[in-house]
């Protein structure tokens, strides 16, 4: 999938890049894509000011589109090398992996947590990657809070020979929740999450949700304390990074979007352009 990497953001001077996901794929196969871009305002000022006209890159591998989904199997946990500025002033995260790495190219989009990401630098000597956050990456999602040593749930892109696990997920992170509480129960985990009612709506007891990329079942939904629970079996708990986080932490979440689209056909008059002439 694609994501777009933020050039020049809030500076006045705009540099034109010279580089197109055309060219990099036509590289020596080092693993290594550099972008030139001035980005050189304070992170406060990036992740909470609204977003403003600015010019973009936007990476479109001549890929089928079916690739930009993930199921929310989880293949494996990577661990978080830095978080920050780039020497090329783009902000950076860098993970150590192994699973993921085995047939990567630049280009790839990988979940983070749930976050659709663009590969922009590889290295599978040292089993560690590169992605570029945009601004309104830390903003939606809760990939500010990661520092060196954090675990994340990552995923490959989707093929179209691969075997369903999970559901569709889309990498499009619709906001963060809180956690509630932690609760233990025989070998399971019950975790309680609190989130905004603006995307409880779209929650239903039994429904599919992703957790920081982890596809689960909704249990529960409490309207009155804008939360919703599920439960982790033992080997979840394992191979996932819900469990390492405490109460107050934030879980990226994405929603079914089948919600979503019943929602815009219901808001546009859809039900009423379909009326047979006996109801009308």
Same mark, same amino acid.
């Given at each position: 999938?694609?994501?777009?990497?933020?050039?020049?953001?809030?500076?006045?001077?705009?540099?034109?890049?010279?580089?197109?996901?055309?060219?990099?794929?036509?590289?020596?196969?080092?693993?290594?894509?550099?972008?030139?871009?001035?980005?050189?305002?304070?992170?406060?000022?990036?992740?909470?000011?609204?977003?403003?006209?600015?010019?973009?890159?936007?990476?479109?591998?001549?890929?089928?589109?079916?690739?930009?989904?993930?199921?929310?199997?989880? $293949?494996?946990?990577?661990?978080?090398?830095?978080?920050?500025?780039? $020497?090329? *002033?783009? +902000?950076?995260?860098?993970?150590?992996?192994?699973?993921?790495?085995?047939?990567?190219?630049?280009? =790839?989009?990988?979940?983070?947590? *749930?976050?659709?990401?663009?590969?922009? $630098?590889?290295?599978?000597?040292?089993?560690?990657?590169?992605?570029?956050?945009?601004?309104?990456?830390?903003?939606?999602?809760?990939?500010?809070?990661?520092?060196?040593?954090?675990?994340?749930?990552?995923?490959?892109?989707?093929?179209?020979?691969?075997?369903?696990?999970?559901?569709?997920?889309?990498?499009?992170?619709?906001?963060?929740?809180?956690?509630?509480?932690? =609760?233990?129960? *025989?070998?399971?985990?019950?975790?309680?999450?609190?989130?905004?009612?603006?995307?409880?709506?779209?929650?239903?007891?039994?429904?599919?949700?992703?957790?920081? *990329?982890?596809?689960?079942?909704?249990?529960?939904? +409490? =309207?009155? $304390?804008?939360?919703?629970?599920?439960?982790?079996?033992?080997?979840?708990?394992?191979?996932?990074?819900?469990?390492?986080?405490?109460?107050?932490?934030?879980?990226?979440?994405?929603?079914?979007?089948?919600?979503?689209?019943?929602?815009?056909?219901?808001?546009?008059?859809?039900? =009423?352009?379909?009326?047979?002439?006996?109801?009308?």
């Amino acid at each position: 999938m694609a994501i777009e990497v933020a050039l020049s953001l809030f500076s006045p001077k705009i540099s034109q890049p010279k580089l197109s996901i055309h060219n990099f794929y036509n590289l020596p196969s080092n693993g290594r894509l550099k972008l030139n871009s001035e980005f050189n305002n304070p992170l406060p000022k990036i992740f909470l000011t609204t977003r403003k006209t600015h010019q973009t890159l936007k990476f479109q591998p001549h890929k089928n589109q079916i690739n930009c989904l993930f199921t929310g199997i989880v $293949e494996e946990m990577g661990k978080v090398k830095h978080l920050g500025y780039a $020497e090329n *002033g783009g +902000f950076d995260l860098k993970i150590g992996a192994k699973t993921v790495l085995e047939d990567v190219k630049l280009g =790839d989009s990988i979940a983070v947590n *749930g976050t659709c990401l663009t590969v922009t $630098e590889f290295n599978t000597e040292l089993s560690e990657f590169t992605v570029g956050l945009a601004p309104e990456t830390l903003r939606k999602t809760s990939l500010i809070e990661l520092e060196p040593g954090s675990a994340v749930n990552l995923e490959r892109a989707l093929q179209p020979s691969t075997r369903m696990g999970g559901h569709f997920v889309q990498g499009h992170v619709d906001g963060t929740g809180e956690i509630v509480s932690l =609760d233990p129960e *025989g070998d399971s985990l019950w975790v309680k999450v609190k989130t905004s009612r603006e995307l409880l709506k779209y929650i239903v007891p039994k429904g599919f949700i992703a957790i920081d *990329g982890t596809s689960l079942t909704v249990v529960d939904v +409490f =309207d009155d $304390e804008l939360c919703f629970n599920f439960m982790l079996i033992a080997y979840s708990q394992q191979n996932v990074v819900i469990p390492l986080k405490k109460v107050g932490q934030k879980l990226n979440l994405e929603v079914d979007i089948l919600g979503k689209y019943v929602e815009r056909l219901l808001s546009s008059g859809f039900l =009423d352009s379909v009326k047979s002439p006996k109801d009308v």
